[in-house]
């Protein structure tokens, strides 16, 4: 871990099995923390904030610093892309394209720096001045998750750096790998002490600290709805400022009118991407009647072309799911859809090679005859499983579009751009695509509505996260009001 400005290990001793869950191998031992290592860091963190000289360093000066944790990464990114996929038995061509998407928002974020000036309000009165500043919001918690370790904490460091915070990290106890690369980068790019610090170990136990200690000012979480909600209960206890990204059931229309070849490759792209481990996710495939037969046809016979395997292997196009525990989730996940009537027109069940046994492998799988009111239709199961709803109207697309208790991002395929329009205008998403899905970048902003989530990330909002807003007002000839005599 990295407490102020220190490698250490936990004061417990205690240390965790990092496993390569493309064959259970132990990559790495990592030390495992425990609530006084959190609260050790935290202190270092407040007093960095406090009484260090970050928070009043130029920000030009702080952008020039977060220019070169990203020049860093890039001549780095070889190691870091391994180790990722090492973590999360993702493929090395997905990592490294991560590595080129994490320099390209530290770089977004430093130029940012000193851009973000004071606005000069028009006061009401004569001889006085009014500006609105923005300040950093002072010790950040920040907790990653294990599907994009590094990505994930890059839109988190990069702005809260930038604004002039310090803070305190804890990424995912299962994939912890790369995030200790990036604090040896940032050490080496010249980070004050104290400002940055790492801690290891599991969220009931040093996550749990974090969101809930007196001296942390925002909490900034990516996970499951269910952790979220216990971290929003938690920050009450001092009223911190929270950004939550809760993940989504996203929905995804594709009309008649669409260009079908589109259409089919981006409903794969959407969900076996990194086997469906992507809060972006399109896992609800929305499709209009007349066309449903063919789509589905298509789509299942490109679905078993698939070629499962090991990351490392340049042929393989989906690794493995990250854990035993989440495999038997995606698995029960599958078969509570058999049981409502759903029909599995491709996989769902584990692969039958022996020479994937050792890993947490699940076969891409598509679901059809589903309706809405299934339990698999409108809870996120987060693996490689595509289910299959028709409409029949625009309106019944937008309508079954809404109809979940997540809001994070939608796709709409169509070549009639009016309706394009009108369909992204009424659905309930923080992003919605037109003729693509899962494609972001660090200008625009990310977050979601209803239960995904709380705040933004990216953009320039992403950046005001991290931000308190003060109002400062001068008289410039001050004089008694005589209000009492």
Same mark, same amino acid.
């Given at each position: @871990?990295?407490?102020? &400005?220190?490698?250490?290990?936990?004061?417990?001793?205690?240390?965790?099995?990092?496993?390569?869950?493309?064959?259970?191998?132990?990559?790495?031992?990592?030390?495992?923390?425990?609530?006084?290592?959190?609260?050790?860091?935290?202190?270092? #963190?407040?007093?960095?904030?406090?009484? &260090?000289?970050?928070?009043?360093?130029?920000?030009?000066?702080?952008?020039?610093?977060?220019?070169?944790?990203?020049?860093?990464?890039?001549?780095?990114?070889?190691?870091?892309?391994?180790?990722?996929?090492?973590?999360? &038995?993702?493929?090395? $061509?997905?990592?490294?394209?991560?590595?080129?998407?994490?320099?390209?928002?530290?770089?977004?974020?430093?130029?940012?720096?000193?851009?973000?000036?004071?606005?000069?309000?028009?006061?009401?009165?004569?001889?006085?001045?009014?500006?609105?500043?923005?300040?950093?919001?002072?010790?950040?918690?920040?907790?990653?998750?294990?599907?994009?370790?590094?990505?994930?904490?890059?839109?988190?460091?990069?702005?809260?750096?930038?604004?002039?915070?310090?803070?305190?990290?804890?990424?995912?106890?299962?994939?912890?790998?790369?995030?200790?690369?990036?604090?040896?980068?940032?050490?080496?790019?010249?980070?004050?002490?104290?400002?940055?610090?790492?801690?290891?170990?599991?969220?009931?136990?040093?996550?749990?600290?974090?969101?809930?200690?007196?001296?942390?000012?925002?909490?900034?979480?990516? &996970?499951?709805?269910?952790?979220?909600?216990?971290? @929003?209960?938690?920050?009450?206890?001092?009223?911190?400022?929270?950004?939550?990204?809760?993940?989504?059931?996203?929905?995804?229309?594709?009309?008649?009118?669409?260009?079908?070849?589109? #259409?089919?490759?981006?409903?794969?792209? #959407?969900?076996?991407?990194?086997?469906?481990?992507?809060?972006? #996710? *399109?896992?609800?495939?929305?499709?209009?009647?007349?066309?449903?037969?063919?789509?589905?046809?298509?789509?299942?016979?490109?679905?078993?072309?698939?070629?499962?395997?090991?990351?490392?292997?340049?042929?393989?196009?989906?690794?493995?799911?990250?854990?035993?525990?989440?495999?038997?989730?995606?698995?029960?996940?599958?078969?509570?859809?058999?049981?409502?009537?759903?029909?599995?027109?491709?996989?769902?069940?584990?692969?039958?090679?022996?020479?994937?046994?050792?890993?947490?492998?699940?076969?891409?799988?598509?679901?059809?005859?589903?309706?809405?009111?299934?339990?698999?239709?409108?809870?996120? *199961?987060?693996?490689?499983?595509?289910?299959?709803?028709?409409?029949?109207?625009?309106?019944?697309?937008?309508?079954?579009?809404?109809?979940?208790?997540?809001?994070?991002?939608?796709?709409?395929?169509?070549?009639?751009?009016?309706?394009?329009?009108?369909?992204?205008?009424?659905?309930?998403?923080?992003?919605?695509?037109?003729? $693509?899905?899962?494609?972001?970048?660090?200008?625009?902003?990310?977050?979601?509505?209803?239960?995904?989530?709380?705040?933004?990330?990216?953009?320039?909002?992403?950046?005001? $996260?991290?931000?308190?807003?003060?109002?400062?007002?001068?008289?410039?000839?001050?004089?008694?009001?005589?209000?009492?005599?």
């Amino acid at each position: @871990m990295f407490i102020n &400005g220190e490698w250490v290990e936990a004061r417990s001793g205690q240390t965790r099995d990092i496993i390569n869950p493309y064959n259970q191998a132990v990559i790495a031992k990592a030390t495992e923390g425990q609530v006084a290592d959190m609260q050790e860091a935290i202190a270092a #963190a407040r007093h960095a904030f406090d009484h &260090g000289p970050w928070p009043q360093t130029p920000a030009t000066d702080r952008g020039k610093i977060v220019q070169t944790i990203a020049d860093f990464i890039q001549r780095d990114k070889a190691e870091l892309a391994e180790l990722e996929s090492l973590d999360t &038995g993702k493929t090395l $061509e997905e990592s490294r394209g991560d590595m080129d998407d994490i320099t390209a928002v530290f770089r977004y974020y430093a130029e940012l720096a000193d851009k973000d000036g004071a606005e000069t309000l028009d006061p009401p009165i004569a001889n006085a001045t009014s500006r609105v500043v923005r300040e950093p919001v002072g010790v950040c918690g920040q907790i990653t998750p294990w599907n994009y370790p590094l990505l994930q904490a890059s839109w988190k460091l990069a702005p809260a750096l930038v604004a002039g915070n310090t803070l305190i990290m804890k990424p995912s106890e299962i994939t912890p790998l790369s995030s200790v690369k990036v604090f040896e980068l940032m050490e080496e790019a010249g980070v004050p002490r104290g400002v940055v610090n790492l801690v290891l170990g599991s969220g009931n136990t040093v996550g749990a600290e974090l969101s809930a200690h007196q001296d942390v000012d925002l909490i900034s979480f990516t &996970g499951g709805i269910e952790t979220g909600k216990r971290i @929003m209960q938690a920050a009450s206890s001092n009223m911190k400022n929270i950004a939550l990204e809760l993940g989504g059931k996203n929905p995804n229309i594709v009309f008649a009118d669409a260009d079908f070849e589109t #259409a089919v490759d981006q409903a794969m792209n #959407a969900v076996f991407f990194h086997a469906g481990q992507v809060c972006s #996710a *399109g896992t609800r495939l929305i499709v209009e009647e007349s066309i449903h037969d063919a789509l589905v046809k298509e789509l299942v016979e490109r679905v078993r072309k698939i070629k499962l395997g090991d990351g490392f292997d340049e042929t393989t196009q989906m690794g493995p799911l990250i854990s035993a525990e989440h495999l038997n989730k995606v698995r029960r996940y599958v078969e509570t859809g058999r049981k409502e009537g759903a029909t599995v027109a491709v996989g769902g069940e584990r692969p039958d090679d022996p020479e994937l046994n050792d890993g947490f492998f699940y076969l891409p799988t598509v679901l059809t005859d589903c309706t809405t009111d299934m339990d698999v239709v409108q809870e996120e *199961g987060f693996g490689p499983v595509i289910t299959v709803e028709t409409f029949s109207s625009e309106d019944e697309a937008v309508k079954l579009a809404n109809d979940s208790i997540y809001g994070l991002s939608g796709g709409v395929f169509t070549n009639d751009i009016g309706k394009a329009e009108r369909c992204v205008k009424k659905m309930r998403m923080g992003t919605v695509w037109i003729n $693509e899905v899962n494609f972001y970048f660090p200008q625009a902003p990310w977050g979601g509505y209803k239960q995904s989530g709380i705040g933004r990330e990216l953009g320039k909002v992403g950046l005001e $996260e991290y931000t308190e807003t003060k109002h400062i007002y001068q008289n410039l000839k001050p004089g008694p009001v005589n209000w009492f005599g």
